[in-house]
Structure formats: C-alpha cells, structure tokens
C-alpha cells in the first residue's frame, strides 16, 4: 500500500509484480527500467514511496512505460 497516492504515471501498475528489485530499490527508473545513476550528473526524482520504498524515475521527465 503507498504511502501516498500514486502517481497518475503509475497508476495501472501492478507494483508487486511488475517492479523488479532494481526498482524496489531505487536504482532503476520505475517508468523506463533504465539503470539510474550509472552517468556523470545523472539525476532522478522520486515519484512515490511504497512501504518505504522510494520509487525514482529518469529526470527530469521520463514519461515511458515499462
């Protein structure tokens, strides 16, 4: 269950089954699946928090569906 209200691009995700535990944990975006972090100056955003989870995203404004 969020924290919060999800956002409008997650919702329609099923976030128990379609995340993989590189999302659950941060380090991929949770809209694209691309691996967050891994370029110089590469930044993300957090898009929801679920059970204390930090979900992030591409920045500034990846809009791509998994």
């Not at 967050?36 to 955003?45: D, I, M, V, W, Y």
């Not at 992030?56 to 569906?65: I, K, N, Q, Y």
Request: with cysteine.
């Amino acid at each position: 269950m969020p924290d919060t209200p999800l956002p409008v691009l997650l919702m329609g995700l099923d976030l128990e089954r379609d995340l993989s535990p590189r999302q659950w944990a941060g380090t991929a975006c949770v809209l694209c699946r691309a691996w967050l972090g891994h370029r110089p100056g590469e930044r993300s955003r957090v898009l929801a928090t679920v059970n204390g989870h930090p979900l992030r995203a591409c920045s500034p404004a990846c809009g791509a569906r998994p």
